[in-house]
Nanobody, 124 residues
Framework: QVQLAESGGGLVQVGGSLRLSCTAS????????MGWFRQAPGQEREFVAA????????AYADSVMGRFTVTRDNAKNILYLQMNSLKPEDTAIYYC?????????????????WGQGTQVTVSS
C-alpha cells in the first residue's frame, strides 16, 4: 500500500520560506513521477509542481514559477518542495502525489496516490 507522508508545513510571514518534505513508502520510488498540489479554503485543488522519475524534468504552475523548487532524493524516497518569497495567496493545504510513469515526464495531472496534506499559512 502506497503511503505518502508530508511534513514541514506551518505558519510563516510574507516573504519567508518553508521546505516541505514527503516521505514515500509502499512503492518503487524511482518509478513514479511525483508532485505537489494545494487546496485553499473554498477553492478547488490545484497543481503546484511536478518532477519526473529521475528528477531530470520539472513542471510548475505559473503562480509559483521562480519561487518554488521541487526536488527528489531517490536514495531516501523523499520529495521536497522549497518555497521562497511566500505570499498570502500561497496559504493552503499542500498534498504530495505520485503516479507510476513509463517515461521521464513531469505530469500536471493523473496522479493516483495522495498524501493527507500539510497546512501552510502565510501571514501578512
Amino acid at each position: 500500500q502506497v503511503q505518502l507522508a508530508e511534513s514541514g508545513g506551518g505558519l510563516v510571514q510574507v516573504g519567508g520560506s518553508l521546505r516541505l518534505s514527503c516521505t514515500a513508502s509502499g512503492l518503487i520510488f524511482s518509478n513514479d513521477a511525483m508532485g505537489w498540489f494545494r487546496q485553499a479554503p473554498g477553492q478547488e485543488r490545484e497543481f503546484v509542481a511536478a518532477i519526473s522519475r529521475t528528477g531530470g524534468n520539472t513542471a510548475y504552475a505559473d503562480s509559483v514559477m521562480g519561487r518554488f523548487t521541487v526536488t527528489r532524493d531517490n536514495a531516501k524516497n523523499i520529495l521536497y518542495l522549497q518555497m521562497n518569497s511566500l505570499k498570502p495567496e500561497d496559504t493552503a493545504i499542500y498534498y504530495c502525489v505520485s503516479t507510476w510513469h513509463v517515461s521521464d515526464q513531469a505530469p500536471r495531472e493523473g496522479y493516483d496516490n495522495w498524501g493527507q496534506g500539510t497546512q501552510v499559512t502565510v501571514s501578512s
